[in-house]
């Protein structure tokens, strides 16, 4: 988390991309919401919100009000980040509100278990918004994948990651081979042969959030190996 | 101006030095419906020049020394008034509020800590001296709990401090942490009673036997003793966080605030009370609101106010239903097309409430502005005026580093036509609302020697910064004016700025 209240030197603030998003975000008639820039600066903001959310949640009594109006920002920025893809438009309605449906558990106590899900569906829809050849044909957001142990590795993976990921653009994301990083955790219980690992550059910056992923993975392979391969014993 | 503090040890029943008893003190009561006293000092803020009138530091919590250390500890207080560094965090002033006279000035901390001032009476040999304040009283209010049931700490920051108007020789506050109210009584003893029968002077029991002789006790005058106790605790009503707490206007009841629903006690009964709103939607899925702050109108006791988190402020009459889940009125001003952005409901989250005294008006602060409706008219403020507006260009980074999320309250002057709030880099702000003039100030050490006039301060944004101007990129964020009380019938101002509270007065010329 980013410390509070420290005084930007000018130099810092003036590199930072946000500039651009009020920018933006002011000028609607600006024509063409699926340029890299704006979207560019969009995904960073997003990245920025998911990991406040996840900030959030993390405490052991959240902020309500900080919680809701970051939810509330997140729906925005999603809003408008949807149309930035080729997204079909099935996924993206049911989108919206299936984060609104795995927002905020019944019970505060499943908060964390629903949000992990939450995070997973959101990273689910960055990837579809992403990399809408591998993925398009998926159709709604699998929620059923996040049936999975709350896997906090996906936010951890998605939240810096993106924020290297999009140096390039838009175009960079459909050939690159970072999205791998988002399949590596989503796909990693319901499906096998995977590629073990992002074979990306930016991707081992990660290596400590990486591990506990893969672990997760190997963890549920070996399990499910173990329960094949032993043969049954005496006794027990 | 550094005060040099007595000794405080933390109990509830406090040995107060000498003290001088204020004239006339057990004179007549704050009347309660009864108009606010004309201001001794009526200019503007803008032709009005602030004084420091003395800053009073609260003492940190490593203070382990007794009552009978007087002297050391003065010393030892004094050297910790310099270094600034010995502030712990628990020192943090989490809320400031003047009493019904103005006598008196509470601070609630984080530690828990409830400080009491009081106001220093005149004496013609020490005229320069009056409007000073010096700690009256100081007791633990909250002590962090836990809940085993979800394994959470509960924290024992006082959020709020309320007063009950002055109805006999005691003083009475509410104060509260996130989830418990708690009744205070704060009263003084200046005799004690001596001459038992049954007790000697240590207070042992005598053996009945070896008493032959009866006497009446007689009061005797003692060194005055300020005690604090606790006599109601309202708990185990509220799930969420307490934000607000107000005392209604009948002085029988008041309510309570969390994030979705507010309470409403009788002071007498502490195991049960009323919910007069609920805002928890069925599906928690679809929470998009909270409530943020609550109050009751002054003069009637049907009528009160909470605000939303989405910038919305609902007026309520309890007389129209037992749970107020529909307002009466709804007061919304339509977002600005030029200036929306993806912060725009952030911004927009209403953070104070306050009525006027006269009960026309309200006053909302929101992160950039600040607005004074008329409950007449529900569809945009009558007034909106700008806090920090160079802020608002600078959004994004404020979200990365929370403090877009900071609450700031606001407060009127005793003729409402003043209003004040805070900001960053210590800065306070005051709005004249008939001369439409405005005046930055600073609360801060550095900048304010004790009965020197405080100089305005205007930040640059952009262009050629002035000589005596700070530019936007200057400003500390991590200095913020959260927490601010005016005097209700003079122009005396409190302000908090960290564990510092600095009281100002208009300078009468």
Request: proline fraction near 7%; charged fraction near 25%; hydrophobic fraction near 35%.
């Amino acid at each position: 988390m980013l410390s509070k209240g420290l005084k930007r030197k000018r130099e810092e603030e003036e590199e930072k991309e946000p500039l651009a998003v009020d920018a933006w975000w002011l000028d609607p008639g600006h024509a063409s919401v699926a340029q890299a820039p704006p979207a560019v600066a969009s995904s960073s903001l997003f990245d920025l919100s998911v990991l406040k959310l996840h900030h959030s949640l993390q405490q052991s009594e959240p902020d309500l009000r900080h919680l809701v109006l970051v939810v509330n920002t997140l729906r925005r920025i999603q809003a408008s980040m949807a149309p930035a893809a080729a997204l079909p438009p099935v996924p993206s309605p049911p989108a919206a509100p299936s984060v609104a449906d795995n927002l905020l558990a019944s019970s505060d106590a499943a908060l964390s278990a629903s949000m992990a899900s939450l995070l997973e569906d959101l990273s689910h829809i960055e990837g579809l918004s992403q990399a809408p050849q591998p993925l398009a044909d998926e159709g709604p957001p699998g929620r059923s994948i996040g049936g999975a142990a709350p896997s906090l590795g996906a936010l951890d993976l998605l939240g810096p990651a993106t924020g290297c990921l999009l140096d390039d653009g838009l175009e960079g994301l459909f050939e690159d081979i970072d999205t791998s990083m988002y399949d590596n955790e989503l796909w990693a219980p319901a499906s096998e042969g995977l590629k073990p690992g992002p074979e990306d550059g930016p991707g081992k910056v990660e290596a400590p959030e990486l591990d506990e992923a893969e672990l997760d993975y190997l963890m549920d392979v070996l399990v499910g190996t173990q329960a094949l391969e032993r043969p049954p014993g005496p006794g027990r | 101006m550094l005060l040099s503090l007595p000794a405080l040890h933390l109990q509830t029943s406090e040995h107060h030095p000498f003290f001088q008893l204020p004239h006339g003190r057990l004179g007549p009561w704050c009347s309660p419906t009864g108009s606010p006293a004309p201001l001794s000092c009526e200019t503007g803020c803008g032709e009005g020049s602030w004084i420091l009138v003395c800053r009073l530091l609260v003492p940190t919590q490593v203070s382990l020394l007794s009552m009978e250390e007087d002297i050391d500890t003065r010393k030892i207080n004094n050297s910790f008034l310099r270094d600034h560094s010995y502030a712990t965090e628990a020192d943090i002033i989490s809320t400031v509020e003047f009493n019904h006279t103005g006598e008196l000035l509470a601070t609630g901390d984080k530690g828990g800590r409830v400080v009491i001032f009081q106001r220093e009476q005149e004496s013609k040999n020490q005229v320069h001296r009056r409007g000073e304040y010096n700690v009256y009283s100081t007791f633990q209010s909250h002590e962090p709990e836990f809940d085993y049931l979800k394994s959470l700490e509960i924290e024992e920051k006082i959020n709020k401090i309320r007063w009950l108007p002055q109805q006999n020789a005691a003083y009475f506050l509410l104060s509260t942490n996130d989830k418990t109210v708690k009744l205070w009584k704060v009263s003084e003893r200046d005799k004690r009673p001596e001459g038992y029968n049954l007790k000697d002077e240590e207070g042992r029991l005598r053996d009945p036997a070896t008493i032959t002789t009866l006497r009446v006790p007689v009061l005797r005058p003692m060194d005055l003793m300020v005690e604090a106790t606790p006599r109601r605790v309202f708990a185990n009503a509220h799930t969420y966080h307490i934000n607000s707490i107000s005392v209604n206007s009948d002085y029988e009841t008041y309510m309570s605030a969390d994030d979705l629903r507010i309470n409403l006690w009788n002071f007498e009964i502490t195991n049960q009370s009323f919910n007069i709103v609920d805002i928890k939607p069925a599906n928690m899925e679809e929470l998009t609101e909270v409530i943020t702050a609550a109050e009751f109108h002054p003069h009637h006791c049907n009528t009160f106010v909470y605000s939303s988190s989405k910038g919305t402020i609902r007026l309520c009459d309890m007389r129209a239903s037992a749970l107020c889940d529909r307002h009466t009125k709804f007061f919304e001003e339509p977002e600005d097309p030029s200036n929306r952005s993806f912060f725009s409901e952030i911004i927009s989250s209403i953070s104070d409430v306050k009525f006027s005294h006269s009960g026309r008006y309200i006053m909302t602060r929101d992160y950039l502005t600040v607005k004074v409706w008329d409950l007449n008219m529900e569809n945009r403020p009558i007034e909106t005026y700008q806090v920090h507006d160079y802020l608002r260009s600078k959004l994004c980074s404020l979200y990365e580093n929370d403090c877009i999320f900071d609450k700031f309250e606001c407060v009127w002057n005793g003729s409402d036509s003043v209003i004040m709030t805070g900001s960053y880099n210590n800065f306070f702000r005051m709005f004249d609302r008939n001369t439409k003039r405005d005046v930055t100030l600073e609360a801060s050490r550095e900048n304010s020697k004790p009965r020197a006039i405080l100089k305005p301060r205007k930040v640059c944004v952009g262009g050629k910064r002035r000589k005596d101007e700070i530019s936007v990129d200057s400003l500390d964020f991590s200095k913020k004016i959260l927490h601010t009380a005016w005097h209700p019938s003079e122009n005396i101002i409190a302000v908090a700025a960290t564990n510092n509270l600095y009281i100002f007065q208009d300078k009468v010329n």
